[in-house]
C-alpha cells in the first residue's frame, strides 16, 4: 500500500504566489525525498531531509519534516508557470535493515501555476 | 555525468503477446536499480529492485519478471500481456543507500 498520502490532491494559484503542499506517512523512515514530475515524463529529484533534520532549502524550495507527526511540507515560493507539475513525496522507510533505497511514494499533488 | 536510458518511449502491445522493456545506465557502476509502475494519475508502485548482477527481488506479485544481465542494464519482461499490465513503467537507479532515486523518461504501455 502507498506509505505517503498528500494534500491537497490539486492546487491551482497565480504566478507569484506561494505554494504549499503537505504529505504524512505512516511508519519510521530513513529519509523523505520530494520528486517532480512534468505530464508524462520521468520524476525529476528536488530535495532530500533525513530523519534527523528538521528542515532544508533548496534555491526557492524548503522542505520541512515533524517525524513525530510523521509529515512534511513542500513550500515553492514565488511560484512560476513553469512550476506547473505533479510533485510526490517518497518515503525511505526504515524497516530494519538496508532499504535500498525502495521508495514509497504518495499519490501526489497536482500544481497549476497561472501567469 | 550519468545517465539512465529507457526505451521505447510508446507500446501498445496486443493481450498475451511478450513484453520487453529495458533500461540501461552510464556513467556509474554497481548502481541499485529499479521499475516502478505509475497507474494514471496515481503514485509510484515499486516492482523489482536489483543490488547487483543476477540480484533481483520482486516487491508484488504479478504477470512481470526483471532480469539484470549485466551491472547497468536491467530488464522488464513479461510472457503474456494482460490489460491490467497497462500503465506508465520507470525505470530508475541509485547509489549506495539512503539516497535519492535517478529516473528514466518512462514507457507508456498500452495493452490491447
Known amino acids: 500500500s502507498q506509505q505517503g498520502e498528500e494534500d491537497p490532491q490539486a492546487l491551482s494559484i497565480q504566478e507569484g504566489e506561494n505554494a504549499t503542499m503537505n504529505c504524512s506517512y505512516k511508519?519510521?523512515?530513513?529519509?523523505l525525498q520530494w520528486y517532480r514530475q512534468n505530464s508524462g515524463r520521468g520524476l525529476v529529484h528536488l530535495i532530500l531531509?533525513?530523519?534527523?533534520?528538521r528542515e532544508k532549502h533548496s534555491g526557492r524550495l524548503r522542505v520541512t519534516l515533524d517525524t513525530s507527526k510523521k509529515s512534511s511540507s513542500l513550500l515553492i515560493t514565488a511560484s512560476r508557470a513553469a512550476d506547473t507539475a505533479s510533485y510526490f513525496c517518497a518515503t525511505d522507510p526504515n524497516a530494519g535493515g538496508t532499504s535500498y533505497g525502495k521508495l514509497t511514494f504518495g499519490q501526489g499533488t497536482i500544481l497549476t501555476v497561472h501567469p | 555525468s550519468q545517465t539512465i536510458h529507457q526505451w521505447p518511449a510508446t507500446l501498445v502491445q496486443p493481450v498475451g503477446s511478450p513484453l520487453s522493456l529495458e533500461c540501461t545506465v552510464e556513467g556509474t557502476s554497481n548502481p541499485n536499480l529499479y521499475w516502478y509502475r505509475q497507474a494514471a494519475g496515481r503514485g509510484l508502485q515499486l516492482l523489482f529492485y536489483s543490488v547487483g548482477i543476477g540480484q533481483i527481488s520482486s516487491e508484488v506479485p504479478q504477470n512481470l519478471s526483471a532480469s539484470r544481465p549485466q551491472d547497468r542494464q536491467f530488464i522488464l519482461s513479461s510472457k503474456k500481456l494482460l490489460l491490467s499490465d497497462s500503465g506508465f513503467y520507470l525505470c530508475?537507479?541509485?547509489?549506495?543507500?539512503?539516497?535519492?532515486?535517478?529516473f528514466g523518461q518512462g514507457t507508456r504501455l498500452t495493452v490491447v
Open positions: 531531509i533525513r530523519s534527523n533534520e
Open positions: 530508475a537507479w541509485s547509489v549506495g543507500v539512503y539516497t535519492e532515486a535517478f
Open positions: 511508519t519510521s523512515i530513513n529519509n
